[in-house]
């Protein structure tokens, strides 16, 4: 068995939510750079342009770079030969994240209930965990601050087995389409397909997590990832809806066993930012 400290994951949940709002990783950086090389559309060079600016500010300062600082959103994998000291996992994440979003002056933009009152936490928390027991004496944290422009334009559907791969097609290129300048584009597409709809819906946030530029690793769907890029960068939406070739940087896909009757599909959107962590302990 392996004893973590749960002070210790409280400590680095509340940097890497501060991390993840203020620094950009190289691959994201090589990515939008690439982006910015490669756009023809003059509007959309210049989106580009304040995109790429806007991270070396944020990071150069430690500011964030979007006025949306995000929910936060934990994958939590823990090890069955992992014991905590002091406390309980969900309440450490939960003050790492108060303490992070309080001491980094980010946003704080949780309301206690979604209709009613839509009064605000004030601590951007609770989060939203997911825990999984994984084999191993391990804990791993993947942390994402998740942008609700993007948020809001993604869904859920089940389609007919018959509409196969060229459904999925039309549905995935369909919902970059529908959202337009909201996700804030060149988005980042989650795809998650098979299983049922919760969980096609936790295979689309859990792509999301992957790095830039990580294809699956079954050729079929790393294939079906690449020409979904081109779909969508063939709509012409570009940086920021200003017309372009680099609507999307990346789409990743997950997949699972699923009923014979179905073809559950969901698609996570993600903006520009991917702010995200993993921490391993
Ligand atoms: S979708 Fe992303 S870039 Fe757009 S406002 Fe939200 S966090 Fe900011």
Redesign the pocket.
């Known amino acids: 068995m392996t004893t973590i400290n749960l002070k210790e994951v409280e400590h680095k949940v509340n940097e890497a939510v501060k991390t993840i709002n203020f620094d950009t990783p190289d691959a994201n950086i090589i990515r939008l750079t690439e982006a910015l090389r490669t756009e023809s559309s003059a509007t959309g060079q210049l989106a580009m342009q304040d995109i790429v600016e806007n991270r070396r500010i944020a990071s150069e300062r430690q500011v964030p770079m979007?006025?949306?600082t995000?929910m936060v959103i934990v994958f939590a994998d823990i090890g069955e030969e992992v014991q905590f000291l002091n406390g309980n996992l969900r309440d450490a994440i939960t003050s790492g994240v108060q303490k992070g979003y309080q001491e980094g002056y980010l946003r704080k933009s949780i309301v206690v209930e979604p209709l009613f009152e839509r009064k605000n936490t004030n601590n951007n928390t609770p989060v939203v965990i997911h825990f999984d027991l994984v084999p191993g004496n391990k804990l791993r944290l993947t942390i994402a601050a998740k942008?609700?422009?993007?948020e809001n334009m993604s869904w859920v559907k089940v389609l007919a087995p018959a509409e196969g791969i060229n459904g999925v097609k039309r549905e995935v290129v369909r919902a970059v389409e529908e959202a337009g300048p909201n996700?804030?584009p060149p988005v980042v597409v989650g795809v998650g397909i098979g299983g049922t709809i919760e969980k096609a819906a936790l295979l689309a946030k859990r792509a999301l997590m992957r790095n830039m530029g990580d294809r699956n690793q079954d050729q079929r769907y790393a294939k079906l990832e690449a020409q979904l890029l081109d779909l969508i960068n063939a709509t012409g939406i570009g940086p920021q809806g200003w017309g372009g070739m680099n609507t999307a940087l990346d789409v990743r896909i997950e997949f699972f066993p699923t009923h014979i009757a179905a073809i559950p599909l969901a698609v996570n959107l993600d903006?520009?930012?991917q702010r995200h962590i993993s921490i391993m302990f």
């Open positions: 979007c006025q949306d995000g942008g609700f422009g993007a996700a804030c903006c520009h930012l």
